[in-house]
């Protein structure tokens, strides 16, 4: 039985590896004849990968190997070519001027094994044009971007206030409390219902996105070498990993099975009902991507993704505001003076709250919680600036090297909104603020995060004082992150201090 055992975790293994031999060999005498971009130097097969994963913060990693070889380097993510785009004029030649090029998405074995290569996240060419199209269209018509959205904002927001408030000023991790509220807003729009704070399935969900974006990242090197998923024990997360994804779909296949029997062509009230509508329309057309399964894909990426980063970012200005108590200080006299504290802030006061506006962005550029944006590729043999990129090649556009580039900001380590504030004290908005990318496939949410961060941080601001807890002084350290799919906050606990008692 042992034999056995061992027999059936070995030829997988051997399978993989031998096919890899070839396949490396293959690419290795192809790339050979090519002018590729320069790069450290790497083990044929192995790769180094680890140049990325050399520090625990990749920015450093990044900044390193940035500065060594230029705006335009290669890396081997095990045996596979990943071509590094750093610069803010590098990318916009790569990403916008030549985006039609370098828009599809690269085969790797989360697009494959989690995403089945169907969704938004993991789509390349025509159906991720189409779908893309029908979320944002269908998206806009459900309120993304509008101001018709603000009060179902307003109502998630009064929910987290009075979710803090039960803490008594007492200690917490505000996290949870904050990604529940957050992913409520993208909850109505896609499934028409808000889930309690309670709610302990919805709560497991949270935990398993929380995990899924930290196990995740660019330097799992499962990632680069697939075949380690049948290594006996579960090393690098993949058992975890598809578990938790077949929880969440059957979550979510749960609520699109309900939508399906209640479903009425009359009553259009959110992304499901839409996207059935949209299947009922093409049920006769053979190839029609307009499937059960294509619906499960991008609901789950709108789902995770817009929970998730906004969540994120909303965490990580609570946990700056709680160190820097004097920038604190000035958001909340604005905020006071603008809004005072009977009404809660609304999208019309953002043009006067031109200091906290300031502060939100200098929290989107300072913490760049997608520091390595989601990889690219492109279908055909390329040029960029006379090196060759062989079709397949994956390219890793590096969001830090423009958010945190000195010839653009003078001083990026420091944290200084004042840099968004022009001379006459209105908001500045620089083209290389690229938190949420730029070109053809920049952030499919991004009027719709701008929306909630504009609207959560300054309620929470306007109804309490956020401190560390009694007897601890929150360092700058504090705001180390973990980098995973997205860079966030180590877990870190709060003191909310009711403003107005
Ligand atoms: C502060 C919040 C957010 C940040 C910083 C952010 C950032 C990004 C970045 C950098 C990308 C990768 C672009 C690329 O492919 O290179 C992306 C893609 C994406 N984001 Fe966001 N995002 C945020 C919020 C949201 C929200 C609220 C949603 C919900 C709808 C969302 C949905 C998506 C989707 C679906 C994609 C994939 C787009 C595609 O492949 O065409 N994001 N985001």
């Given at each position: ?54 520090d625990?913060d990749l920015r450093k990693s990044l900044r390193r190997l940035h500065k060594q ?17 750093s ?311 590096d969001?830090d090297s423009?958010?945190f ?97």
């Amino acid at each position: 039985m042992e034999f056995i055992e061992h027999d059936f975790y070995l030829n997988p293994i051997c399978i993989g590896l031998i096919a890899l031999l070839i396949l490396t060999l293959c690419m290795y005498k192809r790339q050979g004849r090519a002018k590729l971009p320069p790069g450290p130097w790497h083990i044929p097969f192995i790769g180094n990968a680890w140049e990325l994963a050399a520090d625990p913060d990749l920015r450093k990693s990044l900044r390193r190997l940035h500065k060594q070889y230029g705006d335009i380097y290669r890396l081997y993510m095990g045996p596979k070519l990943a071509v590094v785009i750093s610069g803010y004029e590098a990318i916009k030649e790569v990403f916008v001027k030549r985006g039609g090029e370098f828009s599809d998405r690269p085969d790797s074995l989360f697009s494959s094994l989690i995403a089945e290569n169907q969704g938004i996240v993991s789509t390349s060419g025509d159906v991720w044009k189409e779908h893309r199209k029908f979320t944002l269209t269908t998206l806009r018509n459900f309120g993304f971007g509008k101001t018709s959205l603000e009060e179902k904002i307003h109502t998630e927001i009064s929910i987290l206030l009075s979710e803090i408030t039960k803490q008594n000023e007492e200690p917490f991790r505000i996290q949870l409390l904050v990604q529940t509220s957050v992913s409520n807003v993208i909850n109505a729009m896609i499934f028409g219902r808000h889930f309690k704070h309670d709610d302990p399935k919805f709560g497991k969900v949270m935990a398993i996105f929380d995990e899924h974006f930290e196990n995740n990242g660019p330097n799992n090197v499962v990632a680069f070498f697939p075949f380690l998923r049948f290594l006996p024990g579960d090393m690098f997360h993949v058992k975890k990993t598809l578990r938790n994804v077949k929880y969440v779909e059957e979550f979510i296949g749960d609520l699109i099975d309900k939508h399906m029997e209640n479903y009425d062509e009359k009553k259009m009230e959110d992304f499901i009902d839409a996207f059935l509508l949209e299947m009922k329309n093409h049920q006769d057309q053979k190839d029609s991507t307009f499937t059960k399964k294509q619906l499960s894909k991008t609901v789950l990426d709108l789902f995770s993704a817009g929970t998730e980063t906004t969540a994120t970012t909303i965490t990580w200005a609570l946990l700056y505001l709680a160190v820097k108590q004097d920038i604190q200080a000035r958001v909340f006299h604005e905020i006071n003076k603008v809004v005072g504290t009977d009404r809660l802030p609304s999208l019309q006061d953002k043009r006067k709250l031109v200091y906290t506006e300031a502060f939100i962005m200098e929290i989107l550029r300072s913490c760049n919680i997608v520091t390595v944006s989601l990889p690219h590729t492109c279908s055909v043999d390329l040029k960029i600036r006379g090196f060759d990129i062989p079709k397949g090649t994956t390219l890793l556009p590096d969001i830090d090297s423009v958010l945190f580039d000195p010839k653009i900001w003078g001083d990026p380590e420091e944290f200084r909104p004042e840099r968004f504030i022009g001379e006459e004290g209105t908001l500045l908005k620089p083209e290389e603020f690229i938190p949420f990318f730029t070109g053809r496939r920049n952030c499919v949410g991004e009027s719709l995060a701008r929306m909630e961060l504009d609207l959560f941080i300054p309620a929470l601001v306007q109804r309490f004082e956020f401190l560390p807890p009694e007897g601890i002084t929150l360092d700058i350290k504090e705001l180390d992150g973990v980098f995973g799919i997205t860079h966030k906050p180590k877990p870190f606990e709060i003191r909310a201090k009711l403003r107005n008692k």
